[in-house]
């Protein structure tokens, strides 16, 4: 006993579109996901060609951090104060100093990113971090 649904055997002519549905709402989604990812703006200070480089090299000044928070300008202590002032002499400079920042392994992020703002609030270009002890 073969029961059949169909009243007629003459072949459907119509086409399944839920899979082709299914396909453009996950291509929907993918889109959607990732447009504001290629958006987004980076503001990069990329060299321009034809700038002429300095034929001196400016004058590099180190600044340790040490793990309890103690900072020495080029070996020489300094506090929270006097780092500040270093720092606006050295940005008032005719050629402003390459600061290199040299941070011990204990040294919070606070600390760090308060010296690095500081730096920037008073106008030091060229912030860079000591590579290797």
Do not use: C
Request: proline letters at 8%.
């Amino acid at each position: 006993m073969a029961f059949s649904a169909r009243a007629s055997s003459v072949p459907l002519a119509q086409i399944n579109v839920t899979p082709l549905v299914d396909v453009l709402l996950v291509l929907l989604v993918i889109t959607m996901i990732t447009s504001p990812v290629l958006t987004h703006k980076l503001k990069l200070d990329l060299p321009q060609p034809g700038t002429v480089k300095p034929t001196t090299t400016p004058e590099t000044v180190r600044l340790s951090i040490h793990a309890n928070g103690s900072m020495y300008w080029n070996e020489a202590p300094v506090d929270a104060a006097m780092l500040s002032s270093q720092l606006a002499i050295a940005a008032h400079r005719s050629e402003q100093p390459h600061l290199v920042i040299d941070p011990a392994d204990g040294v919070s992020y606070q600390t760090v990113a308060s010296v690095i703002a500081d730096a920037k609030r008073q106008g030091v270009q060229q912030i860079d971090f000591m590579a290797s002890r």
